[in-house]
Each structure stands twice: as structure tokens, then as C-alpha cells.
């Protein structure tokens, strides 16, 4: 089997900075919008669950090409979701509450989409953290364990942006659709990839 070309990972590495490249112009263009704040915040956390999604992509590709060296892009998917949500979140408590964080834990506590949000958010943490070959091999089989954690953290995610839709929530529809699918795809036999399992 081929391995992937050597060009995919920087490639990939620069169009995932592309949506933070892209905010970056309409701040120095005047482009954010007439609500700069909740522009950005909407941004960086609808692309954090855009490469949450992404990741969870990975394994079904590979179930239905049979190529993995695809697995190789799974952990700069997941660094990328968890770098804008490291965006989303810095925002927040920046830019939106000012480091005012008597604030921000009663609004962690008491508002529901907030709650999850953060949740997700602490679930993705050990999962960056770990996301090293010298942490795999040192975790050993406890380090799929911790990482089927991304499974709660993209349900999590989802729910953050259903809550945080008052009106119209097709979009976050749309988000639990893909997302469910993605879940239940890992549910089917393994057959294009020769049985093996792939998390």
C-alpha cells in the first residue's frame, strides 16, 4: 500500500490555518461583522467542532477505502480542533468576560450551553496532551481508552451549539446529523479493512 505523499501533511498543516488566517484579514479589513466579539467566538468554535468532525472522519474513510496510511492525518485533525477551541475558549474569557472569572464560573454553572461547552472543552484537553507517539507508547492500551473520549466531547460540542441557537437550529441539526452517522458507521463490520480495528 502507498503510503501518503509527502506534500499531504504540510499541505493539510496550512489550509487548517486558513480559517484563522481568514480572521485575521477582517480584523485588519473592518470585516467582523458589527459584533466582532460573538463574530470571532461563533467562528473559532464552529471551526474547533468542524476538525472534531473531521477526526471522527478518519476512521470511516479509511473502512471504505481500505487505505490506511489515511490514520496518519488523524492526529493534526484533532491538535487543529483542539487549537481553535483553545481560540474559542481565550476568546470567552477575554475578549467577551475580561478575565473576570467570578463571572465566568457562574456562567459555567448556571447557563446549560455554557456547562457543556466547557465540558467539552476539558475532554479535549487530555486528549491534546497525550497526542504524542512517546505518550502512546508509554500509555499503552490505556491510551485508546483515554482517547475514546473524543466520543463525549463531539456529543458534547453538538449539544453546546443546539443549546446556544435560540431560533433557527438546522445548522446544529445538520452537526448531530453527520455526527451521528459517524458514530454509527463504526458499528458496521470491518470488512474494508481487513477486519482490523480501527478506533
Known amino acids: 500500500m502507498h503510503p501518503l505523499p509527502k506534500a499531504t501533511k504540510p499541505l493539510l498543516f496550512l489550509a487548517s490555518l486558513l480559517p484563522l488566517a481568514r480572521l485575521v484579514w477582517l480584523g485588519f479589513t473592518d470585516g467582523l461583522t458589527a459584533n466582532p466579539i460573538e463574530y470571532?467566538?461563533?467562528?473559532?468554535?464552529?471551526?474547533?467542532?468542524?476538525?472534531?468532525?473531521?477526526?471522527?472522519?478518519?476512521?470511516?474513510?479509511?473502512?471504505?477505502?481500505?487505505?490506511?496510511?489515511?490514520?496518519?492525518?488523524?492526529?493534526?485533525?484533532?491538535?487543529?480542533?483542539?487549537?481553535?477551541?483553545?481560540?474559542?475558549?481565550?476568546?470567552?474569557?477575554?475578549?467577551?468576560?475580561?478575565?473576570?472569572?467570578?463571572?465566568?464560573?457562574?456562567?459555567?454553572?448556571?447557563?446549560?450551553?455554557?456547562?457543556?461547552?466547557?465540558?467539552?472543552?476539558?475532554?479535549?484537553?487530555?486528549?491534546?496532551?497525550?497526542?504524542?507517539?512517546?505518550?502512546?507508547?508509554?500509555?499503552?492500551?490505556?491510551?485508546?481508552?483515554?482517547?475514546?473520549?473524543?466520543?463525549?466531547a463531539a456529543i458534547f460540542a453538538v449539544v453546546h451549539y443546539y443549546w446556544l441557537v435560540k431560533k433557527d437550529v438546522t445548522v446544529p441539526l445538520e452537526y448531530a446529523a453527520v455526527l451521528a452517522a459517524l458514530l454509527l458507521i463504526r458499528l458496521l463490520p470491518r470488512k474494508a479493512t481487513g477486519g482490523k480495528r480501527i478506533t
Open 40 to 152: 470571532i467566538t461563533h467562528q473559532t468554535g464552529t471551526w474547533a467542532l468542524n476538525f472534531l468532525l473531521f477526526t471522527l472522519t478518519v476512521t470511516p474513510l479509511v473502512r471504505l477505502t481500505g487505505y490506511t496510511p489515511l490514520t496518519g492525518l488523524r492526529r493534526m485533525l484533532g491538535l487543529y480542533s483542539f487549537f481553535y477551541a483553545v481560540l474559542h475558549f481565550i476568546t470567552y474569557i477575554w475578549l467577551d468576560q475580561f478575565f473576570d472569572f467570578g463571572h465566568i464560573l457562574h456562567d459555567i454553572g448556571k447557563r446549560p450551553f455554557i456547562t457543556v461547552g466547557f465540558a467539552a472543552f476539558v475532554l479535549l484537553i487530555p486528549l491534546a496532551a497525550t497526542s504524542t507517539k512517546a505518550m502512546m507508547k508509554r500509555l499503552g492500551r490505556r491510551w485508546k481508552q483515554l482517547h475514546r473520549l473524543v466520543y463525549p
